[in-house]
């Protein structure tokens, strides 16, 4: 399988490049993105042969399928590390919510979200391409809270990388900013950014796009790469996680081979739904995917009315800030394989360009065949968290704005699987309000949740707040480059 540019090719960049080149240098021409040229085609048999697999032994079949040019030893050894998830027989566990709800808990790996699905495996293999063609590579990443911890754990102490994670200062939650300014290995370094996500995420396209800054690099010998979803190795890993719920509603007998379900994403940058998408390319019987959003409803707006214009908007700070987002990266792929790249290019120079773009109605209709989306406020999602408690089931606010799409959006009523892609211990003061109780902090927060939902706290949360800080540098956007030089 090679992969292709979103937006062609500039005459510069070859127009087809392998999967190792495409996550080691996971920038295309005119700052497009690179996706595969195909996808592998699940049939029935192929679901029936994996009713009774270990989700590594499915994950390792899928890539088969895909036909990259990584050594299968190596695939093995980068899905071994689920084996520190919860349970490692079955690192993503689906429980029952309601008759025909079910919940995909991806937060049972280290740091309690779900970008560790796709980071661990991903991290452990770009490493290891780095040391077999013996070069050294600076990942940076741009966290609005999840990215960073994940992107932290996932290359700690691993040879031929270095990692600088740069985070919105005062955008994340306790939790999430310990897990990052604790974390104490020599290859690592955490920058605090005077600003929002979209800011944070903005100055490290530029730098990643910058000549001068890659100079700098090389005259260091240091070549760049990306750790966030635009990086095409995390997307591979969030296409197995879909299959695999389908295959535990087969397991746990809600439905057979080949009924349709819907799946209800929460989304940010776009990188779980797309996943959803080229799982459901791929043949996986859904019905739709059922896009949530919080207030930043802009993928709302894309998939019920054609338009995606971030001129009206501001960023909005809310209680599920993992989807605090606007320009969401990973719509670009979906736009390129529906209409095409020529077409993907003039929309996304418009929204460069101009902040905004229209879908004719035909491409609107298209892209609702796969799609439809609703958003959830605040309040909504308190009140979500507030009745499944009562229920039994705590949930975080991420995944309560999954609610919404599944009590609204089904024609029909299928069998439903909404992804939590957080554990409620990262987001704790959230949850104990919505239950009642006005906490000073996460601590406060987790102490209560845990002793009135009867819930326990896991020990790597626990241990965060006795750490010791090891990052301490708050700056400016433009002041980033040079805190990052200091460090390389
Ligand atoms: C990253 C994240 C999301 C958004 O996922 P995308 O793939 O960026 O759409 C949702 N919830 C949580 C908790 C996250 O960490």
Wanted: with cysteine; net charge negative; hydrophobic share 35%.
């Amino acid at each position: 399988m090679r992969f292709i540019e979103t937006r062609g090719n500039d005459g510069e960049k070859a127009s087809k490049v392998t999967f190792s080149e495409a996550i080691l240098s996971p920038s295309a021409s005119f700052g497009g993105l690179y996706v595969p040229e195909g996808l592998p085609s699940l049939n029935l048999s192929f679901l029936q042969k994996h009713i009774t697999s270990h989700y590594k032994d499915l994950v390792i079949d899928f890539i088969r399928h895909f036909e990259i040019e990584i050594e299968e030893g190596i695939i093995r050894e980068a899905v071994d590390r689920y084996d520190c998830f919860d349970d490692p027989d079955n690192p993503v566990p689906l429980s029952q919510i309601e008759e025909d709800c079910f919940v995909s808990e991806l937060y049972h790996g280290p740091t309690r979200a779900f970008k560790d699905m796709a980071l661990l495996p991903f991290g452990y293999i770009l490493s290891k391409l780095a040391q077999q063609r013996g070069e050294q590579y600076l990942i940076m990443a741009a966290t609005s809270g999840d990215t960073g911890p994940a992107t932290l754990e996932t290359f700690k102490d691993q040879p031929n990388v270095k990692v600088v994670c740069l985070y919105p200062s005062g955008g994340t939650s306790d939790v999430q900013r310990l897990q990052m300014v604790t974390e104490d290995s020599g290859n690592l370094k955490v920058i605090g950014v005077k600003g929002n996500f979209d800011d944070t995420q903005n100055s490290l396209k530029a730098l990643l796009a910058s000549a001068e800054f890659k100079d700098e690099l090389a005259s260091r010998q240091i070549k760049l790469s990306a750790a966030n979803s635009v990086n095409f190795g995390r997307i591979l890993f969030q296409i197995i996680y879909h299959i695999h719920s389908y295959l535990e509603l087969i397991r746990q007998g809600k439905i057979v081979p080949g009924d349709e379900i819907y799946l209800v994403v929460p989304s940010g940058n776009f990188g779980n739904a797309l996943g959803a998408y080229y799982a459901k390319k791929s043949g996986l019987p859904i019905r739709k995917i059922l896009i949530a959003s919080n207030s930043n409803n802009i993928l709302t707006d894309l998939i019920t009315k054609g338009v995606y214009d971030m001129t009206a908007r501001e960023l909005i700070l809310t209680e599920s800030p993992a989807m605090d987002i606007l320009k969401s990266s990973n719509v670009e792929r979906t736009l390129f394989d529906k209409f095409g790249a020529s077409r993907t290019k003039e929309l996304m120079e418009s929204l460069e360009n101009k902040g905004k773009y229209h879908l004719t109605s035909d491409e609107l209709r298209r892209l609702r065949e796969d799609f439809d989306a609703t958003f959830s406020d605040d309040i909504l999602c308190e009140k979500e968290i507030a009745k499944y408690a009562k229920k039994g089931y705590i949930m975080d606010p991420h995944t309560s704005t999954c609610m919404r799409a599944y009590h609204d959006l089904r024609v029909d009523k299928l069998p439903t699987v909404i992804y939590s892609t957080a554990e409620w211990t990262k987001f704790s003061p959230t949850v104990a309000k919505a239950l009642g109780y006005n906490a000073s902090g996460d601590l406060d927060a987790l102490g209560w949740v845990s002793s009135h939902a009867n819930r326990g706290v896991s020990d790597s949360i626990k241990a965060l707040f006795d750490k010791e800080i090891r990052h301490t540098a708050i700056v400016e956007k433009n002041s980033i480059k040079d805190e990052m030089l200091t460090f390389l």
